[in-house]
């Protein structure tokens, strides 16, 4: 199973160059950035693990400019979002930072999407709270549209349309593996069976229950049932854990590194890195 990694990177913890770095020579296989453009200090969303939001979500570096530097100095380690909040982004432009750096990095790239849990920030973004799992699925068909080998014209619903064009480069497989996150549930299955590659659980809860369910929504959709990727996310390891998951079939396991600075995003490492074993 490989074993990859996350972290809530900020302006106050170890640099995303030296993680980096430090990863791919202890054998870990990827690294995850979360996304938050600001959080709202003002809000009524509570965070959904309870409580205010922890400090390191109003200072999360951009993942897409941190991922950049994090391909320009490794050579196999996989590079992903966990999640990108696909409705607070211009679509045309997304598109073209993740084909250029799906390309760059010689197709290590992964599209971890999810729909967002802060109202306030989304508000911000022109987001209608109840729209955005739509908006959502129709920023990733427009982004398809543009990855297509050929001038593909897309017609959307939430104001954005793109006429048949030449748009290059195209990420490196033709396009990134798209995974979904989010809680388990008929509609998130729909969409991963529909619209993606897997299916991003945070934390890993509930998957003796759930997968049985998200694979038969997989194979009613007519998709390939050894094709379908589960990753689970944001998951703090200890041995049997990550047995049970093998034992599922997960093919790849995200650990969870605390938002600290070098000294101690290290000895976490070192320990995690028994699991590589």
């Known amino acids: 199973m490989r074993i990859s990694t996350t972290i809530f990177l900020t302006d106050e913890t170890i640099s995303p160059v030296r993680l980096a770095r430090e990863l791919e020579e202890r054998g870990f296989d990827g690294l995850y950035l979360p996304e938050h453009t600001h959080i709202p200090v003002s809000r009524d969303t509570e965070h959904p693990a309870g409580g205010e939001a922890a400090r390191e979500y109003g200072r999360t570096l951009?993942?897409?400019?941190?991922?950049?530097?994090?391909?320009?100095?490794?050579?196999?380690?996989?590079?992903?979002?966990?999640?990108?909040?696909?409705?607070?982004?211009?679509?045309?432009?997304?598109?073209?930072?993740?084909?250029?750096?799906?390309?760059?990095?010689?197709g290590r790239?992964?599209?971890?999407?999810?729909?967002?849990w802060n109202r306030e920030e989304a508000a911000d973004h022109g987001v209608a709270w109840g729209?955005?799992?739509?908006?959502?699925?129709?920023?990733?068909?427009?982004?398809?549209?543009?990855?297509?080998p050929e001038p593909t014209a897309y017609e959307g619903g939430?104001?954005?349309?793109?006429?048949?064009?030449?748009?290059?480069?195209?990420?490196?497989?033709?396009?990134?593996?798209?995974?979904?996150?989010g809680a388990a549930g008929p509609k998130l299955f729909a969409a991963v069976a529909e619209r993606a590659d897997g299916w991003m659980p945070i934390g890993g809860r509930g998957l003796t229950e759930n997968l049985p369910v998200l694979r038969r929504?997989?194979?009613?959709?007519?998709?390939?049932p050894k094709a379908l990727r589960i990753v689970p996310y944001a998951v703090l390891p200890n041995p049997g854990k990550l047995a049970h998951y093998a034992e599922l079939?997960?093919?790849?396991?995200?650990?969870?590194?605390?938002?600290?600075?070098?000294?101690?995003?290290?000895?976490?490492?070192?320990?995690?890195?028994e699991y590589l074993r």
């Open 109 to 116: 790239f992964t599209l971890g999407v999810g729909y967002g």
């Open 249 to 273: 079939g997960c093919a790849e396991t995200v650990l969870q590194l605390p938002p600290a600075g070098e000294a101690e995003v290290l000895r976490v490492l070192d320990a995690y890195a």
């Open 131 to 148: 729209t955005r799992r739509d908006l959502v699925h129709d920023r990733l068909a427009l982004m398809r549209a543009l990855w297509a």
């Open 62 to 106: 951009d993942p897409y400019v941190a991922l950049a530097q994090a391909a320009a100095v490794t050579g196999r380690l996989g590079l992903g979002t966990g999640i990108s909040l696909l409705a607070e982004h211009d679509p045309i432009a997304l598109a073209k930072q993740i084909a250029t750096l799906d390309h760059l990095s010689g």
């Open 217 to 224: 929504a997989w194979e009613d959709a007519g998709r390939d």
């Open 158 to 181: 939430f104001g954005y349309s793109v006429r048949a064009s030449e748009a290059w480069p195209k990420p490196a497989g033709g396009a990134p593996r798209v995974l979904l996150g």
